[in-house]
């Protein structure tokens, strides 16, 4: 089993649609939770950081559940420039922070 | 303000070749870290650099080696190339040992033939 595991993709939603995006993890010692964005062919660039109390950037909300080990993405009324991939990412400290990101989730949004 | 930069972009080797790739962080950041990723696939981390020592390492066999250098940049080697060592080599950098934003660079893309 995967340490971080995502939702399978793609995801293909029309503009204007709300799409939810899953996450898993399986070390409780996790300690740090991010979404990264990453379009074809580009680098990851930071989306947003997930706090415990849950935290809203705009149209993304993040949630963090410790308890059932798990983390989402909500992207509400999309746009075609949402069209990326979507990375959950876990870190931990174990001496120098480690960082494992999912394998990612496939979004496109049409028109 | 340069962001993460890479050399080079591209880079074909063939199998039991050793390859060299570097990276420069952004501006302020003393930490480096690197990461492969495979098509398809999330990055998936190799080492972590900070004050010219491997500080955290994951699970990549000993053919992956680094080095950081007082400026801060970094290299990453690999030995005894395989094929399945082709993917894209991405390096990352932070302030600080601690769970800062990592900014990415654009990446090498390493092709073993």
């Known amino acids: 089993r995967k340490e971080v595991e995502q939702d399978p993709g793609p995801f293909n939603v029309p503009e204007g649609a709300t799409v939810a995006f899953n996450c898993t993890y399986s070390?409780?010692?996790?300690?740090?939770f991010f979404w990264y964005r990453q379009d074809c062919r580009k680098e990851p660039k930071l989306l947003m950081s997930?706090?415990?109390s849950g935290n809203e950037d705009g149209r993304f909300t993040a949630q963090l559940n410790r308890a059932s080990q798990y983390i989402s993405l909500l992207i509400r009324d999309s746009k075609l420039s949402d069209s990326a991939t979507y990375l959950c990412?876990?870190?931990?400290?174990?001496?120098?922070?480690?960082?494992?990101f999912g394998a990612g989730t496939r979004l496109f949004v049409k028109a | 303000d340069a962001g993460v930069t890479q050399s080079p972009t591209h880079l074909i080797k063939t199998r039991g070749q050793q390859v060299t790739l570097r990276c420069s962080p952004k501006?302020?950041?003393?930490?480096v870290s690197w990461y492969q990723q495979a098509l398809g696939q999330g990055p998936q981390f190799i080492f972590q650099?900070?004050?010219?020592?491997?500080?955290q390492r994951g699970n990549f066999p000993d053919r992956f080696s680094g080095h950081q250098f007082p400026n801060y940049s970094s290299e990453l080697n690999v030995n005894a190339l395989l094929l399945g060592d082709s993917a894209l080599y991405l390096c990352?950098?932070?302030?600080?040992?601690?769970?800062?934003?990592?900014?990415f660079g654009p990446g090498t893309r390493l092709t073993v033939l």
């Open positions: 990352a950098s932070s302030w600080g040992m601690v769970d800062n934003e990592q900014f």
């Open positions: 070390n409780s010692a996790s300690q740090s």
């Open positions: 997930v706090y415990s």
């Open positions: 990412v876990v870190s931990r400290n174990t001496g120098g922070f480690k960082t494992i």
């Open positions: 501006s302020g950041h003393d930490t």
């Open positions: 650099y900070y004050e010219e020592e491997e500080r």
